[in-house]
């Protein structure tokens, strides 16, 4: 994949080794020799993953990450800790600072791009929500605060009793841990939803990288992070994870506080992700939803009938589309006032859609007005099934703020025609639906199916 991916080391042989290993990959390749530096193109330029050398003068790369992990900006850009530094104290302290992985030097170049690709592909998905997500992608702040203080579910999977409970232990103060030692229990229960699964590869009865793949090819499951816990000799296995689709490793001996920050790392960034996503599919329900009804709006019913014309010049299956309209609204709202208009708006469009089959599209379609198309439904069928549907609205009284109020619709019938578009059947409607009300309304009129030419 295509990426730009920022090198920031403050010694130009280390600079010039990785650009030429990532150029190699056909990364496009930005360079840095101070912490400073890089925050300052992170925060002007477009960037997909930064290499950070942990140890440079001035600004460390653990209070540049730190820098980066704390602006709205840039907290999803993955940050990639470079050190020659062994000690687990200094990979809890990238790890607190939010660096997302770390990468020993000498540096292998299998290791070193297993890494780039795992933690490019989940920026990838996430720069996808945010082209969706514009007031997000630009103010985050709140939405940090609130995943910060977030606590999930982990599912480990592992056939060690003592293991295990080391794990849980360690976790559970802060998070709800389930734990299955039978892997098919275990894809079962992931499907039900869990924040992060962490597998083992250590045990003897089963093989952890199936189930990594297992759990991988499972659509529930796709964007799951997994974390698995091996031994630091299975280093092959350990690259050959990151190629299945798991985001992060831990070596044995594990030190609890370093398990506790990478499983809060991945924590966050599935958080932030779900958040994204919940936010979109809420934008995408007001764009296609009319909020005062629930009903689908204008821009909802044009975008959902095209599978129907489609289907009238390519198989011949007739379809009609009705328009109905509140008769006297105009009088209502004066009389009565807005809130009372609103709430008979309301009641109407929950008789329509709760009177008419599921397979056909009801809409506001502005105003007063509704409009509601009928998939395999000849004019006659559409007319009689708009008649009967006036006359519930009709017959029944709609009770609002204890006040019995008989409203009636008027509404115009018309089966589509092939070669017609939407503005073609809607006007034709519209002129039955106009006639109606000029013929005294609470009535339904159809449309010519022919024109008075032919």
């Not at 190629?243 to 991945?266: C, F, H, W, Y």
């Amino acid at each position: 994949m295509s990426a730009r991916i920022l090198v920031v080391d403050d010694l130009a042989p280390n600079l010039n080794l990785l650009e030429v290993k990532l150029q190699a990959e056909y990364y496009d390749v930005v360079t840095a020799k101070s912490g400073e530096k890089a925050l300052e193109i992170a925060f002007k330029e477009p960037v997909d993953l930064i290499l950070m050398d942990a140890m440079m003068p001035g600004m460390s790369g653990f209070e540049a990450c730190r820098q980066l992990k704390q602006n709205p900006k840039t907290w999803h850009i993955p940050v990639v800790m470079v050190t020659a530094l062994e000690e687990t104290k200094d990979r809890i302290r990238g790890l607190e600072a939010g660096a997302d992985d770390f990468i020993s030097k000498p540096i292998d170049d299998f290791n070193l791009m297993a890494r780039v690709r795992s933690l490019l592909r989940l920026k990838m998905i996430t720069d996808q929500l945010l082209t969706h997500n514009h007031e997000l992608a630009h103010d985050a702040r709140g939405v940090l605060e609130g995943i910060n203080k977030k606590s999930g579910t982990v599912l480990l999977i592992e056939d060690d009793v003592l293991r295990s409970g080391k794990v849980a232990k360690t976790l559970s103060p802060i998070h709800n841990v389930l734990i299955e030692t039978d892997p098919v229990t275990a894809l079962r229960r992931a499907k039900a939803g869990v924040d992060l699964i962490i597998v083992s590869l250590l045990s003897k009865k089963f093989d952890g990288l199936r189930v990594c793949a297992s759990l991988r090819f499972n659509e529930e499951n796709r964007e799951t992070p997994i974390l698995i816990i091996g031994d630091p000799e299975d280093e092959a296995r350990l690259i050959r994870a990151y190629d299945i689709g798991v985001n992060d490793t831990l070596m044995r001996p594990i030190d609890k506080q370093e398990m506790l920050a990478r499983v809060n790392t991945s924590m966050r960034r599935k958080f932030y992700a779900d958040n994204l996503r919940d936010n979109f599919n809420e934008n995408l329900e007001m764009v296609i939803s009319d909020p005062l009804t629930g009903l689908g709006n204008r821009r909802y019913f044009d975008r959902s009938i095209l599978p129907l014309f489609d289907a009238l010049e390519t198989k011949n299956q007739p379809f009609s589309i009705m328009v109905f309209d509140i008769d006297h609204f105009k009088r209502v709202n004066d009389i009565l006032g807005h809130d009372m208009g609103d709430q008979i708006l309301k009641e109407v469009a929950a008789r329509l859609v709760t009177n008419m089959r599921s397979i056909d599209i009801v809409s506001r379609y502005g105003g007063e007005e509704f409009m509601i198309a009928m998939p395999d439904t000849i004019q006659e069928a559409a007319l009689s099934a708009a008649d009967r549907v006036r006359g519930l609205i009709a017959g029944t009284p709609i009770y609002v703020e204890g006040q019995a109020l008989q409203i009636t619709t008027s509404a115009g019938v018309a089966q589509v025609r092939k070669g017609e578009e939407l503005r073609d059947v809607f006007k034709r409607a519209d002129a039955a639906l106009y006639a109606a009300k000029q013929g005294g309304r609470n009535q339904v009129l159809p449309a010519p199916l022919l024109d008075a030419a032919a």
